[in-house]
């Protein structure tokens, strides 16, 4: 996956491309090796049993992950219709920290092996997951050869869980309302609604919870407020929900004819409300793509399924076109728009353009077949034979549930017919993107001007920053806008009152079509960024013996250094640079990292650049040292020299941003100031034992919350005088004693 950022420093413009690979994990140019082995005999009759009478509990076993040992994971069996008390080949859910808390394979803590049911090819799901990646937040899938007790079970894809890690690493944040779009009970009868956002379930959004299956502590009147916007109060729409990815997601699933997703019945998909309080969808369950799946309530004329010639020739606006048996609000009233429209078209265009036309997909297809080729061979459990695996990938194979089309069959014709698919093509031509002036600062406005051939209308989107909404705004060709003379072309926009980063991107249509700069917007998109100056960004607490209060992204204890944003605008760590001493100032280059207003930043200072960008190429010495924190051009934009520690305190500014340093019990990615309120010691109220392990006591009831040390809320009570912690982690958390209005700090070892 590659993402464009298109830098401005305050003394020279440059663009810098930036890649984001896979996990190694999850790299498709090995198959991993998973050997399970079941602590009970009849794993096989538990697994069954559960799945029978709709338990989700797991059993347990030992895992073996390309070498690496894990016991006491737990195991069950994963998905609906390709799970089969008559099968051999089941799909696998494994949570390797199922029993032990924390555990996890280079990050990994679960595990989503599918049996390739469907499909022939064996790699409809793993090629459909590498398209998706290059237009929207998408799992990761590989291979994976699977054993059970030593015995081959087969070859399986290894997909990444869509679970809060995923969240944090694509939206930043895993708290916030996430639901998975599944019914308990798929309705496939004429008008199922299933998990389609529609409204008809009710007005209350406890109507809602048998059609989706809430991922987060919190979110069901966040999700019907989304249901009732898109189906009552179309003009808002854009507040509660991010089109330009749900267009995407639409795209990909209408070209590829994907229907085992919401354009079929209104099913596997995820949604997410990030940081911009907008819902973005997530694909998932891409094993049917590529026509192997041919039901929908799109119409009357394809409810009782549709055959590969209606799959080559699916017009891409069937729920626009057509009459729906079911509503499909989520597809239907965002296509009645005929702006969207155009952007959904041009988004299959690029699709098309870049995979199908030029024939990418079947180089990748031949690829992937070549490196399981073997491993299918050897696979005794799978439920196609050899010749239909090679045959495949070009040619249809007779199925139980009817003919699986050829990937290259189903595809090169579709790409002829929407090749000529009326909105495809005509498009305006986007080209000189130029912005002015060249140098700017925090506040500032600066002009986007591109020249734009055969438009009618453009407009320029553009944000401050991840942690916001884009915006759109009109383009003008009117001789007022720093855009020349008036219809020669250049168009022009102005953004007011610039933030440190601004990230934007480009659209264009005529009678005929429309156009995206980048193409691939707004995944990918430009972005100008004026140097930070002196006291923007500052390092606001540091830990240089941290035992037990916090870990980083792989469980372990390690130095941290806090960065801390003092403006009202997002900042970007772009062209900063950290270091532990004035010899080489530019120690450690940090990634492009954006830092929301009055946010802060965690940096690890491990030397295990390894483990993620945030991870430094030094650690910090326990008995004190300087920390420089300076730009390309060698400007120091801040220093301290920390003081030795002593276990788990930390060095913090105080107060939050702009005090003096104090030692303080840490505040990790949190206000500084917070601690003050901490009285260690109260009168008439205690709480005992501290530190403690499976129970917290109170001398007396008292209305009670607890926060762990990054300030999530994990406990409250009316009144109480007895907490359990057996579900807690090691570390500190603070309790709030809301009648006293006082705060404790507590310390819970294993």
Known sequence: MLKKYFILCLLTAFTQLTVWSQTNFYAVDSLREIRISFYASDWDYQLDSFYVIGDNDRILADIEIDGDYYDSVGVRYKGFSSVSVNRIKNPFNIKLDYIIDGQDHKGVDKLKLSNVIQDPSFIREVLTYEIAADYLPSAKANYANLYINDTLWGLYTNVQAVNKDFLNDHFGNKYNPFFKCNPENLNVSP?????????????????????????????????????????????????????????????????????DSYIGYGQNY?????????????????????????????????????????????????????????????????????????????????????????????IRGQYLQNLIDSSVQNDTNKFYTYSDFTTNLTNQVALVTGDCPGITQLMDARTTYLSNYTGYSGEPIISNITHSPQNFNLGDDVWI??????????????????????????????????????????????????????????????????????????YEFYSLQSQLQVGDVVINEVMSNNISAVTDNSGKYEDWIELYNTTNSPASTAGLFLTDTLDLLHKWELPNYLIPAGGYAIVWADEDGGQGDLHANFKLSNFGEQLILTNTDSVVIDSITYLPQADDIAFARSPNGSGPFIMQVPTFKANNDFINAVQEDVEKVKIYPNPFKDVLLLNSKQQVEVRDILGQLIFSAESTNRISTSNWGSGIYFISLKDKKQTLKVIKIQ
Do not use: C
Request: glycine share 6%; proline share 3%.
């Open 270 to 362: 995820y949604v997410y409300k990030d940081e911009t309080g907008q819902f973005n969808p997530i694909l998932w369950d891409l094993n049917m793509s590529f026509g192997s799946f041919r039901l929908t309530d799109a119409s009357s004329i394809y409810f009782n399924g549709f055959d590969i010639s209606q799959a080559q020739n699916m017009d891409p606006l069937t729920h626009h076109n057509q009459i729906s048996i079911a509503p499909r609000p989520l597809l239907r009233n965002l296509f009645l728009s005929e702006r969207n429209r155009k952007m959904y078209l041009a988004h299959i265009r690029t699709i098309v353009q870049e995979h199908f036309a030029n024939q990418d997909y079947y």
């Open 449 to 522: 001007t591109a020249d734009i051939a055969d438009a009618s209308e453009a407009l320029l989107t553009f944000r401050f920053g991840q942690n916001m909404a884009f915006k759109k705004i009109a383009m003008f060709d009117d001789g007022n806008h720093n855009d020349g003379l008036a219809n020669d072309g250049l168009f022009g926009a102005k953004i007011s009152n610039t933030a440190n980063t601004i990230d934007y991107y480009l659209y264009a249509d005529n009678d005929s079509a429309g156009v995206f700069s980048p193409v691939r917007a707004a």
């Open 191 to 259: 008008g199922g609604e299933n998990a389609n956002l529609s409204d008809t379930h009710g007005t209350d959004s406890t109507d809602y919870y048998p059609y989706y299956d809430m991922k987060s502590d919190y979110g069901w009147e966040a999700l019907y407020h989304l249901i009732d916007t898109l189906n009552n109060h179309a003009d808002s729409i854009e507040k509660v929900l991010n089109v330009d990815r749900t267009l995407w997601m639409h795209a990909l699933n209408y070209t590829l004819i994907n229907f």
